[in-house]
């Protein structure tokens, strides 16, 4: 990842599954200082979604979080970043992975068959600065290193953010995504994070076999996921207390946290991310 595009990314960004996504959106964000949006859902159809968001903003990095390299095949979705990249240069991180067993039928020899995929976009004009990987288990990491600019990982911590640096070593990009809800009152908070990580996160084994190698039980994963493992997989918080939670990845090495605000059905989204923004100082 050359320093040009890590500095196109800035320290903080926004996770948002693409559907709940809209241009309007995004320009806010990009107002508030925020550097980069991050797009889940593995969006489809030629990844016109990007195109829209790029073209009503100016400076934001637009990047997918993730690509499921089941979903669409290698060569379209090159033909899709090509497009973006000569509409507008330097501003599209291509984001792929492998997403959950559970989900898909054709899922075997997923290592490989994710190294083939790299193979193909980086054979039809995909830069490797321009590709990063949803890695979690130390295989991926190492591909993520050896072949791409780094990993966008998940449902993490900053104890695996560590992990994850001492891994990638100190050149790869490191992009964690963090969810967080701005409520300084734990059961409150709770409240919203837990649903949001027990469906579907603590059903899906690439998570739960992440999370086991934190160090964490069946305890902690049963029943919703105890309070601790809640706790230290949505930060919540006044919004400088979440803030300074934040920080903790970057002391572990990370070079850049995407934000996914959870926050109740009739909350204002825009506001809650203005004060975040205001406790980083963007």
Sequence with gaps: MTERARDHLGRFGVWRGASQVTPELAVDLEQLGF?????????????????????????????????????????????????????QPGRFLLGVGVGHREAVQQYARPYETLAGYIDALLGDGVPAESLVLAALGPKVLRLAAERTAGAHPYLVTPEYTRQARAILGQGPLLAPEQKVVVDADPERARAIGRPRVEK???????????????????????????????????????????????????????????????????????????????????
């Design 35 to 87: 550097g980069a949006l991050w797009l889940g859902g593995s969006p489809s159809d030629g990844l016109v979604v990007v195109d829209e968001l790029l073209d009503a903003t100016t400076t934001l990095t637009v990047a997918t979080g993730i690509v499921n390299i089941w979903q669409d095949d290698a060569s379209v979705v090159a033909a899709s970043f090509r497009r973006i990249q000569s509409r």
């Design 200 to 282: 579907p996160y603590l059903g899906l084994v690439n998570y739960t076999s992440n999370l086991r190698r934190l160090g964490w039980s069946d305890a902690d994963l049963s029943g919703g996921g105890s309070d601790a493992l809640i706790d230290a997989l949505v930060a919540h918080g006044t919004a400088d207390e979440v803030a300074v939670q934040l920080t903790g990845h970057f002391d572990a090495g990370a070079d850049h946290v995407a934000i996914q605000l959870l926050t109740g059905p009739d909350a204002d989204l825009v506001d809650g991310y203005r004060q975040l923004a205001k406790a980083l100082a963007l």
